[in-house]
């Protein structure tokens, strides 16, 4: 069974930076066929995706391109996401997720993703 467990998220000052981690467990040793990624929402709005780490390389969303970076310990089965530079519309629930590649999508569309966390918030704090 499948269990990523998102944490890290809290309150920053705009312009700060935080360090959001995802504990997998219960996915194939061996990934090489499986994209990671990290998707935000706020309320009333679709979940989008930031960014994702697959085989051969990594993918970010333009609005979050030079001040996000996701990376991955493989050996301890960690996602992390580092924000930079916090700015008013990043503040949302963010999301760790998994899947076996799909063609057709996008890795940073939430269709190519099977498993889900259930999010670690995000705020700024005036």
């Known amino acids: 069974q499948v269990q990523l467990v998102e944490s890290g998220g809290g309150s920053v000052q705009a312009g700060g930076s935080l360090r959001l981690s995802c504990a997998a467990s219960?996915?194939?040793?061996?990934?090489?066929?499986?994209?990671m990624g990290w998707f935000r929402q706020t309320p009333g709005k679709e979940r989008e995706g930031v960014a994702s780490?697959?085989?051969?390389?990594?993918s970010y969303d333009d609005s979050v391109k030079g001040r996000f970076t996701i990376s991955q310990d493989n050996a301890n089965n960690m996602l992390f996401l580092q924000i930079n530079t916090l700015k008013p519309e990043d503040p949302a629930m963010y999301y760790c997720?998994?899947?076996?590649?799909?063609?057709?999508?996008?890795?940073?569309?939430?269709?190519?993703?099977?498993?889900w966390g259930q999010g670690t918030q995000v705020t700024v704090s005036s």
């Open positions: 997720a998994a899947g076996p590649w799909r063609y057709g999508y996008s890795v940073l569309d939430q269709r190519q993703y099977n498993y």
């Open positions: 219960g996915l194939p040793r061996t990934r090489s066929y499986y994209a």
């Open positions: 780490i697959y085989t051969g390389g990594d």
